[in-house]
Structure formats: structure tokens, C-alpha cells
């Protein structure tokens, strides 16, 4: 007989022992046929199953990536909103420094209104750097750090030997970072000539010594 046919006596048995259970008339090879015949279904409902849940669960899971999507663009959404604004006004704390630094010393020694207002700008900029920082954006002021190209901006090279090549000599212009993001790069002046940085010094090699004798 060919597995073609073989389905077909299966079904043909299982349904003769069905009717033959009825009279309580059911032999080995009809209870055989009744088996598989539940076996099969069983099996096909079995891997239905499998495959709803397989379903289930990678709807699951895309809901899961959508939800931290969704999360992570609303926190940077309201991480970084305040960007563009804070770039505009940059410019006022640039205004706030240029100020105090262009009134001598000695003047506001001598004059006391022109202290009192010194003093009153000296007030505004640290309270505009405070509210600043309240929204996530810091002054970057490298002046004698390493130079780091991601967040500053080097304007010009200047020859000196005492501090380790690329140090920031001089800061022309502080930067600005909001949060981990560079809002302006700090505008500075990188040294040269020197030693290389984070070189340790070298050791001259130590004489050989004895090895120890009882």
C-alpha cells in the first residue's frame, strides 16, 4: 500500500472504530486507527498553538521597542527643547563678561558708584549662569586642561615649553554644553613645544646589583 493511500485508511479506520465503539465492537488495529488519528489532531493543534504564541510574544516584544522608543525621544525631546533658546542668548553672558572685564581695577577701587554697578553686573551673570544650569546647561571653561576637540575650538597655537603640548593656555571665549551635548565649543588657545601629554618622565635604568650571598 503507498503513503498516499495512508491518511485516507487512517481516517477510514478511526471512523469505523468510532461507529464500532457504538456497539462496543472495537478491535486492536480500529483503536490503533483511533489513536493516531488523535495524534495527528493533537499535533496539529499543538503546533497552532506554538505558532499564536510565537506571535504573541514578538507582538509583545515590539510593543516593549516601541514603548522605550517612544520614552527615550519624549526624554530627549524635553532634555534638549530649551537648545535653540539657549543658543540665542549665549550672547548675554558673553555680554555679562566683556563688561566686567573692561572696567579697570583701580577705577572701581576709586569710584564707588562704578563699583556698586560692577557689582550689580557681577550679580546678573551669575544669576543667568544659574538659571542656566537649573535647565542642564554648564559653562565650559578649559583654561589649563588637555585641549578636546569635541568641545573646544582652538583659535590659535602658542609656543610654550613648561606645560605639556596641546594644553589650553587661554580661554577667548567659554562654551557652553547642555547636558552631555555641545552647545558652543570654547574658543582657545592650545600650547606647543612641550612635552607630549601624559608621557611620564623617563628613568634612567638602574645599575645591576649583586645577587645576595649567605
Same mark, same amino acid.
Given at each position: 500500500?503507498?503513503?498516499? $493511500? &495512508? ?5 477510514? =479506520?478511526?471512523?469505523? /472504530?468510532?461507529?464500532?465503539? #457504538? ?15 488523535? =495524534? ?8 497552532e498553538v506554538a505558532a499564536k504564541q510565537d506571535q504573541f510574544l514578538r507582538? @509583545? ?7 522605550? !522608543?517612544? #520614552? ?6 524635553? &532634555?534638549?527643547?530649551?537648545? $535653540? ?17 573692561? @572696567?579697570?581695577?583701580? /577705577? ?16 546678573a551673570e551669575r544669576d543667568f549662569k544659574t538659571a542656566l544650569e537649573r535647565h542642564g ?25 613648561? @606645560? ?6 587661554? @580661554? ?8 552631555? !551635548?555641545?552647545? !558652543? ?10 612635552? &607630549?601629554?601624559? &608621557? ?9 646589583? #649583586?645577587?645576595?650571598?649567605?
Amino acid at each position: 500500500m503507498s503513503d498516499d $493511500k &495512508k491518511p485516507f485508511d487512517e481516517t477510514a =479506520q478511526a471512523t469505523s /472504530a468510532a461507529a464500532a465503539s #457504538e456497539t462496543g465492537e472495537v478491535g486492536i488495529d480500529q483503536l490503533k486507527a483511533m489513536i493516531a488519528a488523535l =495524534q495527528g489532531d493533537l499535533e496539529k493543534k499543538t503546533a497552532e498553538v506554538a505558532a499564536k504564541q510565537d506571535q504573541f510574544l514578538r507582538a @509583545v516584544a515590539e510593543t516593549e521597542n516601541v514603548r522605550r !522608543r517612544l #520614552e527615550k525621544e519624549k526624554e530627549e525631546t524635553a &532634555k534638549y527643547a530649551i537648545t $535653540k533658546f539657549a543658543k540665542d542668548i549665549l550672547t548675554v553672558g558673553d555680554n555679562f563678561e566683556r563688561a566686567i572685564a573692561a @572696567v579697570p581695577k583701580e /577705577a572701581v577701587e576709586t569710584d564707588p558708584a562704578l563699583k556698586t554697578l560692577v557689582e550689580g553686573v557681577t550679580l546678573a551673570e551669575r544669576d543667568f549662569k544659574t538659571a542656566l544650569e537649573r535647565h542642564g546647561v554648564r559653562v565650559v571653561d578649559p583654561a589649563g586642561q588637555p585641549f578636546n576637540p569635541h568641545h573646544h575650538q582652538a583659535v590659535m597655537e602658542q609656543e610654550n615649553a613648561t @606645560v605639556p603640548s596641546g594644553t589650553v593656555l587661554q @580661554v577667548y571665549q567659554v562654551g557652553y554644553m547642555i547636558d552631555d !551635548r555641545n552647545l !558652543r565649543p570654547a574658543m582657545v588657545v592650545v600650547s606647543r613645544g612641550g612635552p &607630549k601629554p601624559g &608621557k611620564p618622565d623617563e628613568v634612567s635604568p638602574e645599575e645591576p646589583q #649583586e645577587p645576595l650571598t649567605d
